[in-house]
C-alpha cells in the first residue's frame, strides 16, 4: 500500500490553463503538505494543513489554492498556469508534533508530480 | 532567508571512500535534525536524524554527527556505494512546527 500517492506522475498544460493535483495519504497523520521542487533540487515549502486548518501559508501566488475535504487528502489548485510554474510538485504528511517517545519521525514524501507548462 | 545552509552543492566519491555533508544552522531553538535520500524521480525519504542531546548518531554506514557549540551537524557515509548516489537533503526543526531543509546535495558515486 502507497503511504502517500499522489496524481497524476506527469502533468503537460498549456500556460493559462487551470489544473489540480491529488494527494492522498493513509497513514494517520494529521499534517499534509506541498513542496515545490525547482530545477535545482530545492525543496520550497508552499502549503500545509492540520486539520482542516491551513497552518502555513509561505509567500506563493494566490493562482494556487489548496483544498482539503478532510484529513486524509490535500489537493492542489493552480489557476492561469504559468511557465514559472513548472517544477515538480510533493506531497508530503507528518503527525504535527512527534509522538511520545520523541522518537524518530518525520515527513513522509509522495512520488511527486512533474507539472510541464508550455 | 536560508535557515539551514547546506554544502557542498555536489559531491563525487569513489567507491568505498567516505562521503561528508555539511549543514549549519542559526536558530538554537531547533530540536530536531534529521537527513532525507532522494533518488531521481521519487521523494525524499527520511534515511536518519539527531537530537541536539547527543554529539554521533549511528545506523549502519550512516552516521549523523552533530556539533551543538557549532550550530552544525553533517552526515558521513561510510564505504560509499553506487547504490548511494542520489540528493541528500538536511532539515531543522523545533518540536512540532516545520521542517527547514538545506538546498540539498547531490553525491555521485563511481565504482
Known amino acids: 500500500d502507497t503511504a502517500v500517492s499522489q496524481t497524476p506522475k506527469y502533468l503537460v498544460t498549456q500556460m493559462g490553463n487551470d489544473k489540480s493535483i491529488k494527494c492522498e495519504q493513509n497513514l494517520g497523520h494529521d499534517t499534509m503538505y506541498w513542496y515545490k521542487q525547482d530545477s535545482k533540487k530545492f525543496l520550497k515549502i508552499m502549503f500545509s494543513y492540520n486539520n482542516k486548518e491551513l497552518i502555513i501559508n509561505e509567500t506563493v501566488p494566490n493562482r494556487f489554492s489548496p483544498k482539503s475535504p478532510d484529513k486524509a487528502h490535500l489537493n492542489l489548485h493552480i489557476n492561469s498556469l504559468e511557465l514559472g510554474d513548472s517544477a515538480v510538485y510533493f506531497c508530503?504528511?507528518?503527525?504535527?508534533?512527534?509522538?511520545?517517545?520523541?522518537?524518530?519521525?518525520?515527513?513522509?514524501f509522495g512520488s511527486g508530480t512533474r507539472l510541464t507548462v508550455v | 532567508q536560508q535557515q539551514v545552509k547546506q554544502s557542498p552543492q555536489s559531491l563525487i566519491v569513489q567507491k568505498g571512500g567516505i562521503s561528508i555533508i555539511n549543514c549549519a544552522y542559526e536558530n538554537t531553538a531547533f530540536d530536531y535534525f534529521p537527513w532525507y535520500q532522494q533518488f531521481p524521480g521519487k521523494g525524499p525519504a527520511l534515511l536518519i536524524a539527531i537530537r541536539p542531546d547527543v554529539s554521533e548518531k549511528k545506523e549502519g554506514r550512516f552516521t549523523i554527527s552533530f556539533n551543538k557549540s557549532a550550530k552544525q551537524f553533517s552526515l558521513h557515509i561510510m564505504d560509499s556505494q553506487p547504490g548511494d548516489s542520489a540528493t541528500y537533503f538536511c532539515a531543522a526543526s523545533s518540536t512540532g512546527n516545520q521542517f527547514y531543509f538545506g538546498t540539498g546535495t547531490s553525491l555521485t558515486v563511481i565504482p
Open positions: 508530503a504528511s507528518s503527525h504535527h508534533a512527534p509522538t511520545g517517545d520523541r522518537g524518530t519521525y518525520g515527513y513522509t
